[in-house]
C-alpha cells in the first residue's frame, strides 16, 4: 500500500508520542494498527520487555505476535527496499536517514533476543503470582482448575453447606418459606457461574448487614417491618389492583386505590430485600466453603488469578513498582471485552507507570458494537468509564491523550457496509458511516426468503462458490446446524467439522464407556448389550437378532451366559482381558488398551478423549467407577480448530468472533431476550456492585421494573452486537436468510433498516 492509502486517523494512532483510545469498527484494521504502534515503539528505543501487550485470547495474542515477527523479517530481508516503504508508507515517517534504516533491519534480532511480553491477562496474571505467592497470600506451586473441576469444588461446598444445614430446622424452615418460589439449586447454579462476580461482589460488600442497608436505601425502605395486613385491604386488593400488582385503569376512589397500591408495593419491597438478603447469606457461606477447599488443594480457578493478582498490586506498592520497573507502555486489544478487574488491573499498573517512567503510554483499543461475551462477565460500558477517566486524568500530568475514531473498512465492499451502516447508524451511540477501501467492486448484500431449510441446501448448489470461501452463521448450537450438515453431505458438498464437540453425545465415546462400565461390574446387562453389537469395539458386531437370543435364554447375566456359549470364545477372550486390565492399570492406561485392541485408535473423538483423561486423571489415583459417575455428570465439551480448505464453515457467531470469510450465510435468529431466565440482575459502576434476586410477577414494584428495563436494554444491546458482528463477518457477499423464527426476527429488523 502507498502512503495515501491509510486514513489520517490510521497514522494519528500510531503516534508514540500520545497516550490512545481507537474505537474501531469491524474491518477498519485495528489489529495493523497495533501491531505498527509496537513496531514504532521498538524503532525508537524500547525493548520487548518494556511493552506490554494484552489481547483477549491466546489466539489473538498469537496472531499478534505472528504479524510483528513477519514485519521484523521483512524489515531484514529488505526485499525490493520493503524496509524504507514500510518506515514511510505505513508508519508514517518522513526523512528516513540511513541509520533509521540500518535500525529496523536490525529490531529483528532485537525482538527474538529479548523477552517479549505479548499475552493474555490471564498469562501475564499467572506467571506473575508465581512469583510473588507470598505477597498475594497464595500458597506457591499451585494449580490452575478448569471449569468442570470448579464446579466439583462447588459441589462439595455446596453439600457439605446443606449438611450443616439440616441440623437447625428453625432455620430450614424460615429459608424454605422466604424462598419458596424459585428452584433454588438453579439459582444457585447460576450465581455461581460468574464466579469472578461474585469474587468481585463479596469483595466490594464484605458485610452483608452493611449491604442490607443499601438495598433499603435503594428501596426507599426504612425498615423490614411488614406493615399489618386485615382482610379487608386484601379483599381490596382484586378490585383496585391487577394480578401482577398494577392499578386498574378504571376506579371509583383513586385515593383508596393509591393507599392499597402503595401497601402492596411495600410490602413486595420488603420481600425483595429479605429474598436476596437471604440468598446472599447462604451463597457467602458457600463461597466461603468453596475458598477453603481450593485452598486445601491448592488450586485456583481463572477468576481466581485476576481477583488475586488485583488484591496483590492493591496492597502491596513494593511488588507493584517491581512489576512495573520493566514496564513502560501497554496496549490493550479488544478492550470492550474486559471485566472491572481486569480494567483495575491496568489502571493501577499505569498508574504505578505513569509516575515512575517518562514518555510512558498506554494504547487501547476497542469496539462496544463488538462485545458479544456478557455471559463471560465482559462489560462493553467501562471501555467508555475508563477512556473518559484516562481523558481527564492524562492532560493534567502532561501526557498527551488523543480519541482516534476509525472511519475506514477495509474488509466489507460497499453494498454490504452500506447495508450494515443503515441498519445500526440510529441503533448505536456515537456511530459513523464508513468509507470503504475496497471499491473496485460492489459486493452483495441481500435479503433471501426461506420457505423450508432444504432451501438453504438448493441456494448454495446455486451459487456455485468454492465451499471453502463460504460461512454459515448461526446464533446458537442448534439442531439446524447439524441437519445443514448431514444434507450438504448427502449433496456432495464438503462442509467442515463443527468448531466445538460434546464427546457425551459422540456415539463411539458412548460405547467407550459402556466398556468401562463392563469391566466395572461385569452384570451390568445394558452396557455389555452395547459393546457387543458395536462396530467400534468388534469387527464384526452382533445383530440384534443374537443378543435378543442370548438374552431370551439366559438364566443369569448376559456375561456368564457367553461363557457357556464356545461360538463367542473370542469375545470372552476380550472382555476377561478388560476385566483384568481394569483391575490392574490406571485410569489412562485401561482406555489406551481399549484403542489399541479395537477399531477405534487414531479417531478424532477419541483422541480428544484421550487427552482429557491423561490431563485430568494422570496424578489421580481414583476408580474407574468414579471417572464413569464424572463423565456422566459433567458437560464435556471441546474446541476444535476448523481447518481451512476443509469445505464449507458451520459456525455460531460467537466462536467466529475476529474471523471472516469471502461470503457469509446468516441464518435468522430472536433478536428478543429471553427475560424468564433472568432470576437475578446485577447492577455494576467503577465503584459499586449490587445484586438483587428478582421478585415474581405478582411481587414486583416500581423500582424493580425500572432496573428490569435497564436490564433488558443491556440484553438487546448485546443481540444488536451479534448481529452486527455477523454481518461484519462478510467480505464479499453476504445472505441473510430467513425468517426462521416468529419472535423480533432478525430477518424482518434488516428488511425493515436496510433501506434498498
Known sequence: MQQGDYSAEFYEATDIGSSCFVFASAGSGKTKI??????????????????????????????????????????????????????KNEIGLKNISETMLNKAKNLFHKFINSFSNITTIHSFCQNLLQNYPLEAEILSNFEIIDEIESKELLEIAKKTFFEKLTDDEQAVKALSQILSNYSFENLLEMFFGSISKVNRFFDMNKDLDQYEQILK????????????????????????????????????????????????????????????????????????????EKKKRNVLDFADIIHYFKVLLQKDSFSLTNITHYIKHIMLDEAQDMNLDQWNIVSLLSNDIFGHHNNSTIFVVGDIKQSIFGFQDANPRLFIDFHELYKQTLPRIGKNFKTVYLKVCYRLLPEIQKMVDNIFINKFDNYVN????????????????????????????????????????????????????????????????????????????????????????????????????????????????????????????????????????????????????????????????????????????????LEIVLSRFHKKNESLSCFILWFKNNDITISVNQQKNDGIQISTIHSTKGLESPIVILLDFSLSPDNNKTKFIWTESMSSMNFFVKPNNSESFDEFANLMLFHKASQEEEILNILYVAMTRARDQLYIMGPLTKSNSAYEFIERYKKF
Do not use: W
Open 34 to 87: 497495533l501491531v505498527d504502534r509496537y513496531i514504532k515503539l521498538l524503532l525508537f528505543g524500547a525493548s520487548p520487555e518494556n511493552i506490554l501487550c494484552v489481547s483477549f485470547t491466546n489466539a489473538a495474542a498469537y496472531e499478534i505476535e505472528t504479524r510483528v515477527i513477519s514485519i521484523l523479517q521483512k524489515l531484514k530481508s529488505n526485499e525490493n527496499s520493503y524496509t524504507e516503504k514500510y518506515l
Open 217 to 292: 436505601k435503594t428501596f426507599n425502605v426504612p425498615n423490614l417491618n411488614m406493615p399489618v395486613v386485615d382482610r379487608t385491604l386484601t379483599s381490596l386488593e382484586p378490585i383496585y389492583l391487577t394480578k401482577l400488582g398494577g392499578k386498574r385503569k378504571k376506579t371509583d376512589n383513586p385515593e383508596l386505590q393509591n393507599f392499597v397500591y402503595e401497601n402492596k408495593q411495600f410490602r413486595n419491597k420488603i420481600k425483595t430485600i429479605q429474598k436476596t438478603s437471604s440468598f446472599l447469606m447462604i451463597a457467602k457461606e458457600i463461597y466461603s466453603i468453596y475458598q477453603k
Open 434 to 609: 464508513h468509507t470503504c477501501f475496497r471499491n473496485n467492486s460492489q459486493g452483495i448484500a441481500k435479503l433471501i426468503p426461506l420457505k423450508q431449510q432444504e432451501d438453504i441446501v438448493e441456494f448454495i448448489k446455486n451459487l456455485d462458490k468454492d465451499p471453502n470461501d463460504i460461512m454459515i452463521l448461526t446464533k446458537n448450537r442448534s439442531n439446524i446446524s447439524t441437519e445443514l450438515m448431514k444434507k450438504l453431505s448427502k449433496e456432495g458438498i464438503p462442509v467442515a467439522g463443527p468448531d466445538r464437540i460434546k464427546l457425551n453425545d459422540s456415539l463411539i465415546i458412548m460405547d467407550v464407556i459402556a466398556v468401562a462400565e463392563f469391566a466395572v461390574n461385569n452384570d451390568n446387562d445394558y452396557a455389555l448389550a452395547c459393546i457387543l453389537k458395536s462396530p467400534y469395539v468388534f469387527e464384526i458386531p452382533l445383530k440384534d437378532e443374537e443378543i435378543f437370543n442370548i438374552c431370551s435364554q439366559r438364566e443369569d447375566s448376559i456375561y456368564k451366559n457367553l461363557k457357556k456359549n464356545h461360538f463367542y470364545s473370542n469375545h470372552i477372550v476380550f472382555l476377561e482381558n478388560l476385566i483384568e486390565i481394569a483391575k490392574t492399570n490406571n485410569i489412562f492406561e485401561f482406555f489406551y488398551y481399549i484403542t489399541l485392541q479395537t477399531n477405534i485408535i487414531g479417531n478424532n473423538d477419541i483422541n480428544h478423549f
